[in-house]
């Protein structure tokens, strides 16, 4: 294939920056230096001869490059360029250069590396605005990450490291439900990856409906819109001053594209319909963020929330449907191109003289830097949206599509001019004008003579476009037309489904609830101070309360019902997992929040929201009637997750233990979506009643099937904790916090016992006897690993990992033992010891926890056993609960533990096979072993000296629910027929339904 001008724009850069990564380090930074300004300038240059032979009048692809690259797939490399994506491909390549520019004098440590991300970074870009493929797009798309993620991490300011982990997981998490959707319309399409064959697709209602919110999970992050706009305040802060401008000027801009890309054109009926939340999430951003921005005393983090406010009247344009409101989003975006740049690289001039983004620290910086301060003012007009610059242009154009849609909505836009006023005005006063008010202000020297061509070059684009937009609006017209006219069509198939209909939004009330009360809860967190973050930390209880309360009420109902085209659940064993969940959360936050609060944990406010997303994932988990749904629960659990064990950011114990349970994490969830494809693959289908109506009618290769079901087990026994798929557990468990310890240890358990029940009872109870062979394995290796392996240990955090693994092989004995010779006699009997047992485990972990979360606010983290010694001495009570929990856990009437463990045990016997009888055996034995290294920790607590004479004190509501928390382990066992009834009848009415 012929290299086209696309590919030159793409590779241009990527080849320099890979020339450069390849050069020395320090010793040769004047050479790499202008390596980088060739190459930066070289690429800017292959972009112009785009401009002059572009034909305005086509609405069409230009410029058009496609030759196959993954031909197994039909993947090809497919470039193009229409009005919508021309002068993003231009922008990227003069902001690249300006970048280079900006950072000659500036980086002075790994230039190389420096100047050879920014350049790969701005030929990964490129790439998105011109990908015609999907998989191509998305490639380059996610590639972005990379680059920018270590410009972050390796230049950026004293938190660097937490910015880049926020930046890259919450743009990665989008994504992932983005890869779902790309899928899904691969299949669609007969197996093409063509983007525009997929904005012919005739799709009905439901299915751009979730189409829609895939890609509105990858792309509103990107932009970012309300409320998960969050990370970027946080990464604009220590990003150093080159990465805060790419970011803002072009980076951003990937997502807003997507939704004229995918969102819109391949799902419009969707669109439509769903344009009241995007112009109500635009419009708070542009008034709730501009508020926000007034307040802030860091000049980086002001424009960081001036670009989500500007950002916000993008989105808006977008979704008035109309071609003012659709150009002006466009125009919006170049000319925020162009103004966010200029001002994080002024403040950045100011940055590298006195070493302060602080607004208090500077004042009357235009008697000593008049040059400077004249160019300063002027990207803040634009900034402002003042009439002849460019930031004016497109936010008219906005307003005035607004008018024609709605007048009051038009007002309400019209706010973001007199708020960005407002807080730009206010920063110009106290930085520039006035009298000298610091003594390092006087000392400043005025701008040399790269940065006056650094940000000449910005003002005279700003000028340009304010004055003269019509060359920029022209190139886009045809395209945004022909646009328009697409997305006004209905593209609906003949089987048109009702998108929501009133019985799906009971079903998925908890979870809309959910979601909706963290984003408020984020929202509200920005503006909390204390360090307990106790209005935060109160409304989180309240929610969780009110959907505890709400999933009980219809639980006891015990109805069963499908949403979303059968999408999703709700039944009795559903709801009463929802509630155990949601009250295991509730003991979590109030145990984990005093050690929390020691411990710095609670300064961002992340841990009280990141609970409720995880809350949401195992709602999602456990609502699931579809093989998407169940996985993208799981993965918005185990995200959430992997971000609450790195939560305590100067703990390199903590970070090590994330990243394994990151890596691991993402291998168990490859075999599980593997074996999800595998089983879609034999049976068409993802819904779970379908699969198990395919699979029953016996029409399907057997070898096939247990093929797909190997690594669904293997996928299911690592998020069980199953051996010899419990690595992550010993390690996650002793690094992560305890506060969040005893979070990833309770309410997910409960969640993978549904998805297990979900998958393996609902969907494949056909194939009972293959995978009943793979249990006993994962049972067996899990009681005998799992218990001697805990007696060889020293750290108690430690030793309760390799517990839950011992403890996780009964709950595989319950679930195995629900058909004996193809028979489901005793299914009932079985699943219900299974979930009696884990409902109970989860109680006495809660407990157990509670206790070393209670000792551990004295200074010190209390994980070895020895820290226990004496404990009974100390505090008879608290001692109390935590024996109660250990002999429960060893299976020591009259405690919950001992009917847990004979219920399972009963499960097995009743069949009355000698292998059955033998398993039980063998689980007793280890038992014995079980009850050695639990007694051990009673025999420390009560004959050991103790190791301090101080009293352990707690707070009031810490000591209230752990002793309830207690009593109940010890009520449980004594009253065990009413749990175990509930639980008998939640399984019955699943296994009926």
Sequence with gaps: MKMGLLSLAIWTPIVFGAILLAMGRDDQARTVRWIALIGALISFLVTLPLYGQFDIANAGMQFVEKTSWIERFNVNYHLGLDGISFWFVLLTAFITLVVVISAWEVITERVNQYMGAFLILSGFMIGVFCALDAVLFYVFFEATLIPMYLIIGIWGGPNKIYAAFKFFLYTLLGSLLMLVALVYLYTKSGGSFDILTWHKLPLSSLAQTLLFFGFFAAFAVKVPMFPVHTWLPDVHVEAPTGGSAVLAAIMLKLGAYGFLRFSMPIAPDASREWAWLIIALSLIAVIYVGLVAMVQQDMKKLVAYSSVAHMGFVTLGFFLFNDLGVSGGIVMMIAHGFVSAAMFLCIGVLYDRVHSRQIADYGGVVNTMPTFAAFAVLFAMANSGLPATAGFVGEWMVILAAVKVNFWLAVMAATSLVLGAAYTLWMVKRVYFGPIANDHVRTLVDINAREFLMLGVLAAAVLYMGIHPKPFTDVMNASVAGFLKHVSASSCDAGREEMMDNTSLAVAAPEIFLLLMACVIAMVDLGVKSRLRNLTYWLTMATLAVIAFYTGDLASEGNTAYGFNRMVVSDSMGNWLKCFSTIAMMVCLVYGRPYAADRDMLRGGEMFTLAMFALLG??????????????????????????????????????????????????????????????????????????????????????????????????????????????????????????????????????????????????????????????????????????????????????????????????????????????????????????????????????????????????????????????????????????????????????????????????????????????????????????????????????????????????????????????????????PGGLMTLCAQAIVKMLGS
């Excluded at 009872?761 to 218990?787: C, K, R, T």
């Design 618 to 975: 195992i709602f999602v988990m456990i609502s699931g009637s579809n093989f998407l749904v169940l996985y993208l629960g799981l993965e918005l659990l185990t995200l959430s997750s992997y971000a609450l064990v790195a939560l305590r950011r100067d703990n390199t114990v903590a970070t090590e233990a994330a990243m394994k349970y990151f890596v691991l994490g993402a291998m168990a969830s490859g075999f599980l979506l593997y074996g999800l494809s595998m089983i879609y693959g034999a049976t068409g289908s993802l819904d779970i009643g379908t699969v198990f109506k395919v699979i029953n009618s016996a029409q399907v290769k057997h070898n096939v099937l247990v093929f797909g079901l190997v690594f669904i087990v293997a996928g299911l026994a690592f998020k069980l904790g199953a051996a010899p798929f419990h690595m992550w557990i010993p390690d996650v468990y002793q690094g992560a916090p305890t506060a969040v310890t005893v979070m990833i240890g309770s309410a997910p358990e409960l969640a993978a016992f549904a998805i297990a029940i979900r998958l393996l009872v609902e969907g494949m109870l056909p194939l009972a006897i293959d995978w009943q062979q793979m249990l006993v394995v994962l049972a067996v290796s899990s009681l005998f690993i799992g218990n001697l392996a805990a007696i060889a240990q020293t750290n108690l955090k430690r030793m309760l990992a390799y517990s839950t693994i011992g403890q996780m092989g009964f709950v595989l004995l319950g679930l195995l033992a629900g058909v004996v010779n193809r028979e489901i006699t005793f299914a009932n009997n079985a699943y219900s010891s299974a979930m009696f047992y884990i409902v109970t485990y989860v109680l006495t972990t809660l407990a157990s926890f509670g206790v070393i979360l209670l000792l551990a606010r004295e200074g010190f983290e209390s994980e070895e056993i020895s820290d226990l010694a004496g404990l009974n001495q100390r505090s008879p009570l608290y001692a109390g609960i935590m024996s109660i929990c250990l002999f429960s856990l060893a299976g020591i009437p009259p405690l919950v533990g001992f009917y847990a463990k004979l219920a399972v045990l009963q499960a097995l016997i009743v069949s009355g096979s000698a292998f059955s009888i033998g398993l039980a055996i063998f689980a007793v034995l280890m038992s014995l072993v079980a009850a050695f290294y639990y007694i051990r920790v009673v025999k420390v607590m009560y004959f050991d000296e103790p190791i301090t004479a101080t009293t352990v004190a707690a707070p009031a509501d810490v000591r209230i629910v752990l002793t309830i928390n207690g009593a109940l382990v010890l009520i449980l066992g004594i009253l």
